[in-house]
């Protein structure tokens, strides 16, 4: 099966933007647009800098918010300007090709379409933490240090590339091993409830600073996204600690 990408806008505030990044996609031959609390994209502005892929642009869907907009991904790229205290891996944009060589492995290997998010975030402020714990991986298009943030559109114009490069390169192989498919986005956030309501009932979260061990795990199951058995596995072991505290006497 394929690797499909996605090309998520953060609020963008900026109309031209929009337009630019369709433009950008459209070039590199991509189509799904989805902006998530963004402002329009069907102003003059954003169709002029669009140049002629309103297709792309007027596609557009919209969210509320980014755990919607990559709920059905298994990948999610979030791209920075600047290296982010975070534990997932930061890549150069020159290793993006390499990272969907190995998603588009799995894809032939599980046979399941692997959606990737590449997710871009606010012309002033970029994404925030809440947003960069949704990603799996990190990726900044290295730059001058002392001037280090690219337009949002020419953001997006260099990823497609990166990732139409690396895309084309990619072959199908036949000898492939068994697998089953990765978790979407929608899965890992069922897991991260289902951790948070274990830990509060066996009394493992600190309810001073609930966050900070939720981030630990999320950090590290973000890391490397558990396929579909190893995510019964966990579950089983959640429910089954859930139980064994209910059925215990008082
Ligand atoms: N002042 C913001 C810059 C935002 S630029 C900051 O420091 O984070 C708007 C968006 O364009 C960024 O959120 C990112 O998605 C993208 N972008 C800009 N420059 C980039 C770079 N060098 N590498 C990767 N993404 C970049």
Redesign the pocket.
């Known amino acids: 099966m394929e690797l499909e990408i996605v090309f998520v806008l953060v609020g963008t505030t900026h109309t031209g933007n929009v337009g630019a990044a369709a433009r950008a996609m459209k070039t590199m031959g991509y189509s799904q647009l989805r902006l998530v609390d963004a402002c329009s994209n069907r102003t003059d502005e954003a169709i002029a800098r669009a140049s002629g892929a309103n297709d792309v642009l007027l596609s557009a869907e919209k969210f509320d918010t980014i755990e919607s907009a990559v709920a059905d991904c298994q990948a999610v790229i ?5 290296p982010r205290n975070q534990s997932v891996p930061m890549l150069s ?1 020159r290793d993006l090709p390499a990272t969907l060589a190995t998603l588009q492995q799995t894809a032939y290997s599980t046979n399941q379409t692997v959606k990737v998010a590449l ?9 925030n933490n809440h947003e960069l714990d949704r990603c799996t991986h990190l ?5 001058n240090p002392e001037f ?5 559109g ?2 997006v114009q260099v ?1 497609a590339y990166e990732c139409s490069t690396g895309i084309h390169a990619i072959r199908s192989t036949t000898d492939v091993t068994k697998a089953t498919a990765i978790a979407d986005s929608a899965a890992m956030e069922r897991l991260f409830a289902h951790i948070e309501s274990v830990c509060s009932k066996t009394g493992f979260l600190d309810p001073e600073n609930p966050k900070h061990l939720l981030r630990r795990f999320r950090h590290y199951f973000e890391r490397n996204r558990p396929d579909e058995t190893e995510m019964n596995v966990f579950r089983g072991l959640l429910s089954s600690v859930e139980s064994a505290i209910s059925s215990k006497p008082e």
């Open positions: 979030g791209t920075s300007a600047r944009s997710v871009f975030g606010r012309e002033r402020s970029g994404l990726v900044q298009i290295p730059v280090s943030s690219l337009n949002l020419s953001a990823l």
